[in-house]
């Protein structure tokens, strides 16, 4: 009886254990809340940290060249939002339900911003710094993992101030 019960337990916890979603590393990473301004000001900072940072921030766009995140308090300051698939990704982009909303707002926003209103949220990635890109400057870039929390407005929601998780 007690064999057989041993038996179960142990063919229960396989089963359990092999149907468990793997965690990838990019989860157990710990995650830096900043700002804009702060990656901008300084970059060494932030890049190469085996952390993931995080920040509020809204979004300018031309549409063809680049996608920048702005902060109002530093309105000269930008970093590049990189997403979407492309080769060599360093970290798993979260393909949820917020961010097909930031793909389908995506190409409104120069007219939104047209309007008065911007595209805000809070964009989770790794941050990369590459200072030899001269001749136009150093570039400053956010590979996103993760984008949550977005809101189009005038003004930013405070509800969605940025704040530990």
Not at 25 to 52: F, G, H, K, W
Request: aromatic share 6%.
């Amino acid at each position: 009886m007690t064999r057989f019960f041993l038996l179960s337990l142990t063919t229960c916890l396989v089963l359990l254990l092999g149907a468990a979603k793997p965690v990838s590393d990019q989860q157990l990473r710990p995650i830096t809340p900043t700002t804009v301004c702060d990656l901008s000001a300084n970059p060494e900072r932030y890049a190469n940290l085996e952390s993931l940072v995080r920040v509020r921030a809204f979004i300018l766009s031309d549409l063809k060249h680049s996608t920048l995140l702005a902060d109002a308090e530093c309105e000269k300051a930008g970093v590049s939002l990189q997403s979407g698939d492309f080769k060599d990704r360093p970290i798993d982009l979260v393909n949820d339900t917020n961010y097909k909303k930031l793909e389908e707002l995506h190409p409104r926003i120069p007219e939104l911003l047209r309007k008065g209103q911007k595209v805000y949220g809070t964009f989770e990635g790794l941050f990369q710094w590459h200072p030899e890109n001269a001749p136009r400057g150093p570039l400053r870039i956010l590979v996103l993992r993760q984008v949550t929390d977005l809101h189009v407005g005038e003004r930013d929601d405070p509800k969605y101030a940025l704040r530990e998780r």
